[in-house]
């Protein structure tokens, strides 16, 4: 079936730090691949997204590259805020419409 | 737009009593569904509905669970009874499957409940 599989938090680094969270998927088809995160307190929010292989994601200074011969969807970003402390989750779209969650990864930046 | 609503944000209830969550989607949106947050399991999918019809609801832990949506813009969870181990976030989620393949899902700030 189909699932995600994210690196476990949590991550801590310190501010302008390069980020790197991993995430690896397991679809029939070719989902599309969503990164969304939640801040303290508050629901998810799409952070980018990206619907076929080699498709690049970005947002915000985040990216994420659709690798098909992987299975895989990383989000990177060069220099971290305190501002992106936060819970960061990759998800999948199964064809019937829902979204396949990975655990989530906390990330703490510290200044 | 105001965004997903629900309602309310916290909810602290005694074990045996019953226990309702709203959730009023983005005006506009076809797909409703409904998660549970905690720490132990993380984010899981309980039910979701298209066009007001639950669509699938394997992820319903057990009868004491139910949903509805009896029209575009509004919708409940409701569990009866209640027991401490249902204590978690709710949010509910909408989107709109005509807009493009992304279907992103519009999240709503959640229900804290706490059952006692």
């Known amino acids: 079936g189909n699932s995600v599989t994210q690196m476990e938090g949590p991550v801590t680094l310190s501010e302008e730090a390069f980020l790197t969270i991993n995430c690896t998927y397991t679809?029939?088809?070719?989902?599309?691949l969503f990164w969304y995160v939640q801040y303290p307190g508050e629901g998810l929010q799409l952070l980018l997204k990206?619907?076929?292989?080699?498709d690049k994601g970005s947002n915000k200074g985040f990216e994420a590259t659709y690798r098909k011969e992987t299975t895989s969807f990383h989000l990177e970003k060069g220099s971290v805020q305190v501002s992106d402390s936060a819970v960061y989750f990759c998800?999948?779209?199964?064809?019937?419409?829902?979204?396949?969650f990975g655990q989530g990864t906390e990330l703490s930046v510290k200044p | 737009d105001a965004g997903v609503i629900q309602s309310p944000r916290h909810e602290v209830t005694e074990m045996g009593q019953e226990v309702t969550l709203r959730c009023k989607p983005i005006?506009?949106?076809?797909?409703l569904f409904w998660y549970r947050q905690t720490m132990m399991r993380g984010l899981e999918l309980l039910i979701y509905?298209?066009?007001?019809?639950?669509?699938?609801d394997s992820g319903m832990p057990e009868d004491r669970f139910s949903a509805k949506m009896p029209n575009a813009s509004f919708s409940t969870l409701k569990i009866q009874p209640s027991e401490p181990r249902d204590s978690a976030v709710y949010f509910c989620?909408?989107?709109?499957?005509?807009?493009?393949?992304?279907?992103?899902?519009?999240f709503g700030p959640g229900t804290r409940l706490t059952v006692l």
């Open positions: 998800a999948l779209r199964h064809p019937g419409g829902k979204l396949i």
């Open positions: 679809a029939t088809g070719y989902p599309s």
């Open positions: 990206a619907t076929k292989a080699d």
């Open positions: 509905f298209n066009n007001n019809v639950p669509i699938d």
């Open positions: 989620a909408s989107s709109h499957s005509g807009s493009s393949a992304y279907n992103e899902q519009f």
């Open positions: 005006s506009g949106h076809d797909y």
